[in-house]
C-alpha cells in the first residue's frame, strides 16, 4: 500500500513555521507570506525548486565543521517531505492537522520594543549615482546606564539599504565633541548591532547585555544603493531594555584586512586578517562580512597552547544574505588566542554578481568595491573594566 502523500496541514506547515515564517509574513523581508494554505499554495512549485537548489532558508555554513544555535538549513527529510507534498499535487489536508501559528509581534522580531529610535530627518535615495555613507546621531536621553537585551535595524526601504551600522557613543575628544567610529579592528567594540540582509535583530542570552553608558548616543552609518528609483527611508531602532544587571557584557570585535589589490579576472584571490585576544573572553558568534565578488570565507581559533579548530567555514558566500552565525556551544578563549580569518574573492567573468571583472578592487565603502571583516562578539564579566585595545588587524597577510 503506497503511503500517503504529505498535507500542507500535517506535513508542511510544521516546517514552513519554524523554519520561513520570521521572514514570510507580511512587512518582513520574504516577498511573500507563508501563514495559510492559501498564501502558500501559489508559490508550491517555487518553493519547491528553493529547498532542493538550498536557495532556502539561506544558510552557507559547512555543517560538517561546528553547529550553531540559529541553523537555518532543512534537514533531508523535510526536503523530502517538501518535495513529496508538491509532487502529490500540494494537498491542504485537515484543518485539525493545521498547528498553531507562532505568535510574532507585527512590525518587529524581537517584539515589541521598550525604545524606537528613528534617524532624524528622512533621507531622499536618488534614483541613479553612487551615495556616499551617510551619519545620523540620535539622543536616547539615557541619564544612567543601561543594558540592552535585544536591538533590531528595521529600514524603510530594504532593497536601497546595504548596511546600517548602530554604534554607542560614550567617548569625547580633546574638544568635547563626540568622536565617530572609524573603520575597522578594535573600533568595532561600541558597535550595537550591525543590520544586512539576513541580520535585521540580534539578541543576548539571558545572562548577558550589552552596555550603553549614560549620556551616550547612538552614532547609525546608512550605507544607501540606488536601484533606479527614488525612495524616501526613516529606518528606526529598537530596543529591549534589561532592568537588573547581567552576568556578563556583550562586546562586538573583528579581524581586518584593509590592503585589498584583486587583480583583473583573478578567480580566487586570497586575503588574511588576525585578531588577537588580549584577556580571557567567551566568544558567541561569527558574522563574515565582503561584497560582489566575496567567494568563501573562514574563521580558524588558535589557542595559547598551539591547538586549533575551524569555528566557521562558508565555502560559498552569498552577498545577498550575510549571517550571523551563533555558535551552538560558546568557546572559552583565553588571553593570548588568536582568531585568523582568511577570505577568497571571485573576480573572474564566471561570477555572475562581478560589477566588472577587469577592473583592480581595493578596500572601499562602495559594493563595487570590497570589504574583509570578520565580525564577531564575545562576553566579558560586568565587573571587568572596558575590554583592552586588540592588536591591529595584520597588514601584509594579502595573496
Not at 183 to 202: C, H, K, N, T
Request: net charge neutral; with cysteine; charged share 25%.
Amino acid at each position: 500500500m503506497a503511503a500517503k502523500a504529505p498535507t500542507f496541514s500535517k506535513d508542511v506547515a510544521p516546517i514552513l513555521y519554524n523554519r520561513c515564517l520570521e521572514c514570510h509574513r507580511p512587512g518582513e523581508a520574504g516577498p511573500m507570506a507563508f501563514r495559510t494554505y492559501q498564501e502558500t499554495r501559489p508559490w508550491a512549485k517555487a518553493i519547491k525548486q528553493a529547498v532542493m537548489t538550498h536557495d532556502m532558508p539561506p544558510w552557507y555554513a559547512d555543517p560538517t565543521i561546528d553547529h550553531f544555535k540559529n541553523d537555518r538549513h532543512l534537514t533531508e527529510r523535510e526536503v523530502a517531505t517538501i518535495t513529496q507534498w508538491v509532487d502529490a499535487g500540494a494537498p491542504e489536508g485537515k484543518a485539525s492537522d493545521l498547528p498553531k501559528l507562532p505568535e510574532f509581534t507585527e512590525g518587529w522580531v524581537i517584539g515589541k520594543p521598550d525604545v524606537v529610535l528613528s534617524i532624524p530627518k528622512e533621507f531622499k535615495i536618488p534614483a541613479t549615482g553612487v551615495v556616499q555613507y551617510q551619519y545620523f546621531t540620535i539622543d536616547p536621553g539615557f541619564t544612567e546606564d543601561t543594558w540592552i537585551q535585544a536591538a533590531e535595524v528595521r529600514p524603510t526601504q530594504r532593497t536601497q539599504v546595504h548596511h546600517i551600522l548602530v554604534f554607542a557613543q560614550d567617548a569625547t575628544g580633546p574638544d568635547g565633541k563626540r568622536k565617530r567610529s572609524p573603520r575597522g579592528g578594535e573600533q568595532f567594540s561600541d558597535m550595537v548591532i550591525g543590520y544586512a540582509p539576513g541580520v535585521p535583530s540580534l539578541t543576548w542570552d539571558d545572562d548577558t547585555a550589552f552596555l550603553v553608558k549614560a549620556g551616550s548616543t547612538f552614532l547609525l552609518q546608512v550605507h544607501y544603493t540606488t536601484n533606479g528609483k527614488e525612495a524616501v527611508d526613516k529606518s528606526v531602532v529598537g530596543l529591549k531594555i534589561r532592568k537588573d544587571k547581567p552576568k556578563y557584557r556583550a562586546i562586538s570585535g573583528s579581524a581586518t584586512q584593509f590592503r585589498l589589490d584583486i587583480p583583473p579576472g583573478e578567480p580566487n584571490y586570497e586575503a588574511k586578517a588576525t585578531y588577537i585576544f588580549r584577556e580571557d573572553t567567551t566568544l558567541l558568534d561569527l558574522t563574515p562580512h565582503m561584497h560582489l565578488r566575496g567567494k568563501a570565507f573562514k574563521y580558524v581559533l588558535t589557542y595559547p597552547d598551539g591547538r586549533s579548530e575551524v569555528l566557521l567555514d562558508v565555502p560559498h558566500y552569498d552577498f545577498n544574505w550575510q549571517l550571523a552565525y551563533v555558535l551552538a556551544e560558546p568557546r572559552n578563549v583565553p588571553a593570548g588566542s588568536k582568531m585568523d580569518v582568511t577570505a577568497w574573492y571571485d573576480n573572474s567573468p564566471n561570477n555572475k554578481y562581478n560589477p566588472d571583472p577587469t577592473q583592480t578592487v581595493h578596500w572601499g565603502d562602495q559594493t563595487f568595491n570590497e570589504m574583509m571583516i570578520g565580525f564577531f562578539n564575545y562576553k566579558v564579566p560586568v565587573d571587568r573594566a572596558d575590554p583592552p585595545k586588540a592588536e591591529r588587524p595584520t597588514r601584509g597577510a594579502v595573496q
